[in-house]
T-cell receptor
Framework: GEQVEQLPSILRVQEGSSASINCTYE??????FPWYKQEPGENPKLIID?????ERKQTQGLIVLLDKKAKRFSLHITDTQPGDSAMYFC???????????FGQGTILKVYL | GALVYQYPRRTICKSGTSMRMECQAV??????VAWYRQSPQKTFELIAL?????????EQNFTQEKFPISHPNLSFSSMTVLNAYLEDRGLYLC?????????????FGSGTRLTVL
């Protein structure tokens, strides 16, 4: 299968705390995992990605973890701010195909 | 950085009519262009993938007869929604991928939001 499951669908966190979004994938040949942030009325923008030769990647308050054995990857936003409120999508791509399969999305709401 | 221009941003069409959207890669050569649809309350569904020197590949539930795509060169692609009906409404996104080293990043255009009356 090619499905990507993403949880939770809605996440509410207090400003300054961490937020975590988890995704699982079915295709063990998947080797590229991007994360996109989509603000209301806007197109999705790539915020961070990780390839299968890595287990962890960090940039500007974002951490992604990849567990290939469990076919699971996650996004962690540290020290969340109101500007982090948006829809987040994970995706997975196989090496053989050119297709990105997206998760269902997570609405993140950061409250004061 | 890579830029992908997509237009129009929004369009409204009457039920049964057609509308065309265009996607332009700026500053890079798009070796493949993927068209996605995000229906209300849903994630992104791949409509079709167009790769240079290959036939356009449509996903299940999407056909060339309904969503004809043109990809005449490495910087431009267009897609038409023929005979649009209510279920075709949503945000249509083109994503362009460039082969630059090992880059696999898909850059999305701004999207075309289709409303069908």
């Amino acid at each position: 299968g090619e499905q990507v499951e993403q949880l939770p669908s809605i996440l509410r966190v207090q400003e300054g705390s961490s937020a975590s979004i988890n995704c699982t994938y079915e295709n063990s040949a998947s080797n590229y995992f991007p994360w996109y942030k989509q603000e209301p009325g806007e197109n999705p923008k790539l915020i961070i990605d990780i390839r299968s030769n890595m287990e962890r990647k960090q940039t500007q308050g974002l951490i992604v973890l990849l567990d290939k054995k469990a076919k699971r990857f996650s996004l962690h936003i540290t020290d969340t701010q109101p500007g982090d409120s948006a829809m987040y999508f994970c995706a997975a791509r196989t090496s053989s195909g050119q297709k990105l399969v997206f998760g269902q999305g997570t609405i993140l709401k950061v409250y004061l | 950085g890579a830029l992908v221009y997509q237009y129009p941003r929004r369009t409204i069409c009457k039920s049964g009519t057609s509308m065309r959207m265009e996607c332009q890669a700026v500053g890079f050569q798009a070796t493949s262009v993927a068209w996605y649809r995000q229906s209300p309350q849903k994630t992104f569904e791949l409509i079709a993938l167009s790769t240079v020197n290959s036939a356009i590949k449509y996903e299940q539930n999407f056909t060339q007869e309904k969503f004809p795509i043109s990809h005449p060169n490495l910087s431009f692609s267009s897609m038409t929604v023929l005979n649009a009906y209510l279920e075709d409404r949503g945000l249509y996104l083109c994503g362009a991928r460039r082969d630059w080293g090992a880059s696999e990043t898909l850059y999305f255009g701004s999207g075309t939001r289709l409303t069908v009356l």
